[in-house]
């Protein structure tokens, strides 16, 4: 695939058909395809008007969305742009339908919306789920899940498993939690509370903790374990993004580089990839990581694009036929050679680009899941801003399907794991640590040997997530793409 389309598509996901992609060949008897330009912008002056930012959406929501046939005839322009935006998706409210957009979302400002691809937030640095404390499903209880190192709330001493109750001394509840959590503040006061018997005991001192642009570290955790005379190498990745914000330098496709560059010096002959948190990024991220695990995949197919009857001609055009097939790369440090199988850590939180692995590596070698069922995403997007800078909006809709070597992705209701085992909800035990049940279950998979690991016992009433700051970002878990230039 052309290097430079490559860096402005990513993979989204989200239909439940199986696709098989075959490359167009030039046909004598068949007339050509007519090859339609992408629709361009002049700039004006005055202030921009509702309806100017939706005719913009239209115009490329005609050209670029993968259901651009399924358009409404007469859309109502007169509505804000986000209620214009959403009744452009197909079949959004239909849940019977498994092969309708989900996933398709806009920001009002593209620079948030870019920079939110890129690892960068406005955050505390703690991810938590909340839960229904009991069955009356009105009182609210959040469990950290994880904490960004070197962020306010890692220097406030919070840590994996912390369980709060209140914030701004509020009491968290069905009816408050979106306002007191998801305000875009930022400060907060987290009240924290220890669980004795069946009651929490609230801790006496609140903790002000606060929200700052934060770039964060993708490349969250990695070790290795010796087990039953196996060498097993674990890494925790949490999302696909090449570097920081606004830089060249690929910084955290370096580190995964210099990981499995480690892995392979140590011997490692097994691998746990923990994608548990990794709501997805860019598909260059994610070719790199699964060129460094695949077996004998140097120059092989690792996904193709499907675009609609516009773009395809367009591109063909552009860049020739084939440039919508990504291969795997050839990587000094891949430790494919040492591997027969590679076991992936999933939750419902797993999606997009972390699918895309999933699905790509199939082909090549044994990829075991092991925990809950992932999102089930297998379709793209990519990120369209005003080139202009007028229209301050940017959108990010799905306009590619995409398939595996083998021409399948029938994963649109999600990966369903091997092994089906639940990390806890308020209990958690450190992440890497062979206490934690996915983990330990990933070994015993890989060596037979069962580590030690105690019950969860939730003092929630359902293990089911009421709400995921994970899951709130970055349109909630699509693989994105740099704007289109």
């Not at 839960?131 to 959040?142: H, K, L, N, P």
């Amino acid at each position: 695939m052309n290097n430079t389309l490559l860096r402005h598509t990513t993979l989204l996901t989200g239909l439940a058909a199986s696709l098989l992609f075959t490359a167009c060949k030039r046909d004598p008897e068949v007339q050509p395809v007519a090859v339609v330009s992408p629709p361009t912008f002049k700039a004006t002056s005055g202030p921009v008007t509702d309806g100017e930012v939706n005719n913009w959406i239209l115009e490329n929501m005609k050209y670029y969305y993968l259901w651009n046939d399924k358009l409404p005839q007469n859309p109502n322009t007169n509505l804000t742009p986000d209620q214009f935006f959403l009744s452009l998706l197909y079949d959004r409210n239909n849940t019977t339908n498994t092969n309708r957009d989900r996933f398709s979302w806009l920001q009002q400002s593209a620079d948030e919306l870019k920079a939110s691809l890129s690892g960068v937030t406005k955050t505390t640095g703690m991810e938590f789920r909340l839960y229904f404390r009991d069955a009356s499903q009105t009182s609210v209880v959040g469990a950290v899940i994880y904490v960004l190192p070197g962020s306010p709330a890692s220097f406030a001493g919070v840590k994996r498993g912390d369980v709060f109750t209140r914030v701004n001394g509020e009491t968290l509840t069905n009816g408050n939690y979106a306002s007191l959590l998801y305000n875009n503040a930022e400060n907060f006061n987290f009240t924290f509370a220890k669980a004795s018997g069946s009651t929490y005991t609230e801790d006496k001192a609140p903790k002000s903790i606060q929200a700052i642009l934060f770039q964060s570290d993708p490349v969250l955790l990695d070790t290795t374990y010796s087990v039953g005379g196996r060498t097993v190498g674990y890494v925790m990745y949490n999302q696909f993004v090449p570097g920081p914000n606004g830089s060249t330098t690929k910084t955290y496709d370096l580190k995964l580089d210099n990981i499995f560059a480690k892995f392979k010096t140590k011997g490692v002959n097994e691998l746990i990839l923990d994608l548990r948190y990794n709501r997805g990024g860019y598909v260059s991220s994610s070719t790199n990581l699964a060129s460094l695990i695949g077996k004998n995949v140097t120059g092989k197919v690792f996904y193709a694009q499907e675009w609609n009857s516009n773009v395809m001609p367009y591109y063909d055009k552009q860049y020739g036929v084939g440039w919508n097939k990504q291969n795997f790369v050839d990587k000094s440090q891949n430790i494919g050679a040492n591997l027969s199988r590679v076991i992936v850590l999933t939750t419902s939180s797993t999606a997009s680009a972390s699918e895309l692995v999933i699905n790509g590596l199939k082909p090549f070698m044994n990829v075991i899941t092991v925990g809950t069922t992932t999102t089930g995403k297998n379709v793209g997007s990519i990120t369209i801003s005003d080139p202009n800078n007028r229209i301050k909006w940017g959108i990010q809709p799905l306009t590619f399907r995409s398939v595996n070597a083998d021409g399948t992705a029938d994963y649109g209701t999600g990966f369903i794991p091997k092994v089906e085992v639940r990390e806890g909800t308020t209990d958690l035990k450190p992440l890497g640590s062979t206490a934690d049940p996915l983990i330990s279950e990933a070994i015993f998979q890989l060596t037979g040997t069962r580590m030690a690991r105690q019950a969860t016992v939730p003092l929630v009433s359902s293990d089911l997530p009421l709400s995921s700051s994970i899951d709130r970002q970055a349109g909630g878990g699509n693989m994105f793409a740099e704007p289109i230039r």
